[in-house]
């Protein structure tokens, strides 16, 4: 099993280009989620679906869009990147629900930088 | 104020020390506590995670909830050099929404 699986790695961007970062995962999972990691401030919620056709904001949500593609899959959009946005995301899906949430099963990560 | 909030480090203990990791929070309605372990460059990992109040052990690792103090805590027994990583508390009040601490960078040299 891949588990969560995150596209791409890497990605460098100009300040103002935009980009979609994709994540897909295998475990028949309910929620997904997407975070941002930076130094200092630990993982920060960005948004996230509790079921497939829902979406909510998280903790700092400015900046970005997503899409419930389907049960698998979980986009997140960034319309017109800036240097603040430079960060390592990381998508994560668990089982949902209030017992299943505990359960977090993270991607690789993407490291994203915009000059 | 943040809903968590997790020292960063960084901790350095020689191997075979006892390690203690701690978080404090504010909300009182949190009902379940995990701990994520993430080794450089790397997704976190789940750990452990307790319901509510009390201990729960798993191997060299024991976690510590308590809630009239708004604290909970990770000891790690006989550490080694590979639980050299940074650890995350997390934690959720019967919603979808896990909060994360900012995570304890831990050093274990031998």
């Known amino acids: 099993n891949a588990g969560v699986t995150q596209t791409p790695k890497f990605q460098v961007l100009k300040t103002g280009q935009s980009m979609t970062l994709q994540c897909a995962q295998d475990?028949?999972?309910?929620?997904m989620y997407w975070y941002r990691q930076d130094p200092g401030m630990g993982l920060r919620l960005i948004y996230y679906?509790?079921?497939?056709?829902?979406?909510d904001k998280g903790e700092v949500p400015n900046g970005y869009n997503v899409s419930r593609l389907n049960k698998r899959e979980f986009s997140l959009r960034l319309e017109s990147a800036a240097p603040s946005q430079t960060s390592v995301y990381f998508c994560?899906?668990?089982?949902?629900?209030?017992?299943?949430?505990?359960?977090?099963?993270f991607g690789q990560g993407t490291r994203l930088t915009v000059v | 104020q943040k809903e968590v909030e997790q020292d960063p480090g960084p901790l350095s203990v020689p191997e075979g020390a006892i390690v203690s990791l701690n978080c404090t929070y504010s909300?009182?309605?949190?009902?379940?506590f995990m701990w994520y372990r993430q080794y450089s460059r790397k997704g976190p990992e789940l750990l452990m995670y307790?319901?509510?109040?009390g201990n729960k052990e798993d191997g060299r690792f024991t976690a510590q909830v308590d809630k009239s103090s708004k604290y909970i805590s990770l000891f790690i027994r006989d550490s080694q050099p590979s639980d050299s990583a940074t650890y995350l508390c997390?934690?959720?009040?019967?919603?979808?929404?896990?909060?994360f601490g900012t995570g304890t960078r831990l050093q274990v040299f031998p």
């Open positions: 994560a899906s668990t089982p949902g629900g209030p017992v299943g949430v505990v359960r977090a099963f």
């Open positions: 475990m028949n999972h309910n929620s």
């Open positions: 679906s509790a079921s497939e056709g829902t979406t």
């Open positions: 909300n009182s309605a949190f009902q379940y």
């Open positions: 307790t319901y509510s109040s």
């Open positions: 997390a934690m959720s009040y019967n919603t979808d929404k896990l909060i």
